[in-house]
């Protein structure tokens, strides 16, 4: 119950409705990240993003054509910056060297982690990465008992 109220509550604030939650995984984004840049959404039903061949409901994230407007929609909101890096990265096809060289950054794990860092900010205007249920530890049994149940 926790988690449902915790996904309406953002739902409201980002302005989205829960019905229509998709969850983008990192690996799905960088699959439709050249389509997008490229402008090249005629080619959607080339795209093999190993699924099904069947389409699925749009809610369940089975239409193409939804998922490349929704990662188009969200790749302008991001900061220049990181549009400028994902640009680089999956419509030019450049490697984190070269990247780190034309930004700036300093080194090839620098480009590396800004990447991953945007491809995260990409993600949450997306609605976030999905939700899931973190379980505690179940406490161990008190060393007192143990002991007294050794003596015996």
Known sequence: EALDYCQRWKAKTVG?????????EPGLVEVLLPTVLMGNFHIAPKLNLSGTSRPSAPSEGGNIQVLLLEVDSAY????KEDRKLLFFRHAESLDFKEIANYLSLGSEDA???RHKRSIQRLINKLGGRKPFLDQDIEPKEETGQQESQELE
């Open 16 to 24: 989205y409705d829960v019905d229509d939650v998709y969850y983008y």
């Open 111 to 113: 480009a590396r982690m």
């Open 76 to 79: 302008w909101k991001l900061s």
